[in-house]
């Protein structure tokens, strides 16, 4: 019996607008795959934007502000020794290809069929063609009452926990 759910997220195009961002997100927020997903694009844009990346990963944390530390740790780090890493997430990239994905941007997610503990928490699996790995970043859900945008579809999921996607990959060849 399978236990894993694979879902494919298509984006045509890297939402580099932060109004293009909002209508995007305020669209899915309420499919946790969409926003695991979404994060990933963010990863990008804060690798070559970091001010309007910033700004997207506090969207995507509940406009939660994020603490220096973690900017510096779990951000700025990773990606100044590899600002390829958010490339390694998308479909058809590889070290071989030096991290070069098609269009559209594909991304992979796997959420385990298992019970969580908690129906307000979900923890799914980002794949990784640049080290044939499924990564775990952590979501956790809100009723939209208490969601600070109000204009969002259905309960909201946000980023909790994304410290696994920004580990290391294998370099690219070039």
Not at 15 to 33: C, G, K, Q, V, Y
Not at 73 to 101: E, H, I
Not at 121 to 132: A, E, N, S
Not at 149 to 166: E, Q, R
């Amino acid at each position: 019996m399978n236990t894993e759910k694979i879902t494919e997220i298509v984006f045509h195009e890297l939402p580099t607008e932060w109004e293009i961002f909002t209508n995007l997100a305020d669209s899915f927020m309420n499919i946790p795959e969409k926003v695991a997903a979404l994060f990933i694009m963010v990863l990008r844009i804060y690798a070559v934007d970091k001010e309007l990346g910033l700004k997207m990963v506090s969207y995507l944390r509940h406009e939660e502000e994020l603490s220096e530390s973690e900017i510096s740790m779990t951000l700025d780090a990773p990606l100044r020794q590899a600002s390829y890493l958010p490339l390694a997430y998308l479909k058809g990239s590889t070290p071989q290809n030096n991290y070069s994905p098609s269009t559209p941007y594909v991304i992979t997610v796997k959420e385990s069929r298992e019970k969580s503990k908690s129906r307000k928490q979900k923890t799914l699996y980002i794949g990784c063609p640049g080290d044939g790995t499924y990564r775990p970043v952590t979501l956790f859900k809100i009723k939209k009452r208490k969601a600070k945008n109000k204009n969002l579809l259905g309960d909201p999921w946000f980023i909790s926990d994304y410290t696994s996607l920004m580990l290391p990959v294998v370099p690219p060849v070039k």
